[in-house]
């Protein structure tokens, strides 16, 4: 947070002495774009392309394109912003902020409400977005940023011939989801793969046990509000659950998986080498990219309720979204590059390329999402969309499931991991 509340304050100085900068004497973007993202190789694929399209029609500016990895990304957003050279970039955590968690706005929200971010609410590219996403984004009534897509990242990509070979069919229970995993192992077959180097990709199953095990918006709306009141505990059963679930999945994952780094695991699943893996629907491209010849694959919700109701629908949030620094050099190629991207024909190539849901209305959809549509058919917010981390609290209180801690990542069993996250959360007063 010090180094979000830094950039903060130094949006203020840096706002007072910017200029519009960019821009022709007639009105034409030119000049240089700096343009910063969180990196995934497929996102990264969809904005050069947009990028290359872009400098066709506009020759005379120059797209500076930086992407930076997710754990990363945080530090280099804010030193850029602090020195000014940033004119487009991916803010997250755009929402307001309840009233029980006041003080833990996230830093881009804090940044919009500083006056930091330019201000988007009465630009036309705007009313080619679906409102209701706009709705859940807006920050003191206004708009500060651009939808790229949606993403659902509850759910299991499988692979249909190694299933198909194996007698198996699609699991709609935790029963019948544990059966899959032990009827693999029978064989031989490695269950999941997981990239557990960076942090947060093992966390995948975290946020998939809480879709499960807390299926409706009020259920984990309710959650977050009786952990911030103290009304519930993270030593409870149903979140010590979520922990069980979780380390069920990092244990019967490959070997080494705590090691192995997530850009690996669509090459590793397109390979058969495990017949599934947690994952967001961004990387469906990438798993199509990894191998000369397309297999058979499908995705379906995290079956972690008994209740097969419960585990009917995928879980996501509004992705990437682009926001332009009241500092921006360059406000208007920023501006012409956000009403280029808006366009139909452009925003589908992004898509394509992204595998992202669309944040637009009446954008075809890829045979993919397509045969996903009955679990996406109503939006549900994941937990991460949902839950504010209190700055107080300790480390093992973050998420507040404390996955980071349990074997092979940690050592912490799933009662041990709940216990130091309980405890890190009643420390914050």
């Known amino acids: ?48 392309a947009v990028n290359d399209e872009f400098v066709k029609k506009y020759p005379d500016v120059d797209v500076v394109f930086s992407t930076v990895s997710n754990d990363n990304y945080p530090a280099t957003k804010s030193s850029r912003l602090t020195a000014g050279n940033l004119d487009l970039f991916v803010v ?38 679906t409102s209701t996403l706009l709705k859940s984004q807006a920050i003191d009534g206004k708009q500060y940023s651009v939808p790229t897509g949606v993403s659902y990242y509850t759910g299991v990509f499988y692979n249909k011939k190694i299933f198909a070979d194996n007698g198996l069919e699609v699991p709609t229970t935790w029963s019948q989801f544990t059966a899959t995993v032990d009827a693999l192992k029978a064989k031989g077959i490695t269950p999941f793969g997981l990239g557990g180097k960076d942090s947060w990709p093992a966390g995948l199953p975290m946020l998939a046990s809480v879709a499960a095990n807390y299926p409706t918006v009020a259920d984990k709306q309710k959650l977050a509000e009786e952990l911030w009141t103290n009304k519930a505990k993270l030593t409870d059963p149903t979140e010590v659950k979520v922990l069980q679930q979780t380390e069920y999945v990092l244990q019967n994952s490959q070997p080494g998986a705590a090691g192995a780094d997530y850009t690996s695991i669509p090459a590793g699943f397109a390979a058969g080498d495990f017949a599934m893996t947690v994952d967001g629907t961004w990387d469906q491209p990438t798993i199509d990219a990894a191998v000369a010849k397309k297999f058979d694959y499908g995705y379906f919700p995290f079956p972690g309720s008994e209740t097969a109701a419960d585990n009917a629908f995928l879980n996501g949030k509004t992705e990437l979204q682009l926001a332009v620094p009241t500092s921006a050099k360059n406000k208007t190629a920023a501006l ?44 549900q917010p994941a937990w991460d969309q949902i839950w504010f981390a209190n700055n107080k609290a300790g480390q093992d209180a973050v998420f507040p499931f404390n996955y980071p801690a349990l074997a092979p ?21």
Not at 22 to 48: C, E, N
Not at 409 to 429: M, N, V, Y
């Open 336 to 379: 012409a590059w956000l009403d280029f991207f808006s366009q139909k024909d452009t925003y589908q190539l992004f898509l394509e390329k992204s595998g992202f849901s669309s944040a637009q209305p009446d954008i075809e959809t890829s045979p993919f999402l397509q045969s996903i549509s009955a679990y996406t058919s109503t939006y």
């Open 1 to 48: 947070m010090v180094a979000g509340i830094a950039a903060v304050a130094a949006i203020g100085a840096l706002a007072a002495c910017s200029s519009a900068g960019g821009g022709s004497s007639d009105g034409k973007p030119s000049g240089k774009l700096q343009l910063l993202v969180s990196s995934s190789d497929a996102t990264d694929a969809g904005f050069r």
């Open 92 to 129: 997250k955590g755009m929402t307001e902020t309840p009233s029980y968690a006041k003080d833990s706005a996230t830093d881009d929200a804090r940044l919009a409400s500083a006056g930091g971010l330019v201000d988007l609410t009465d630009e036309g590219f705007l009313k080619k977005y």
């Open 409 to 429: 990542l940690g050592s912490d069993t799933p009662e041990q991991a709940a216990a130091a996250a309980q405890k890190a959360w009643t420390a914050a007063g």
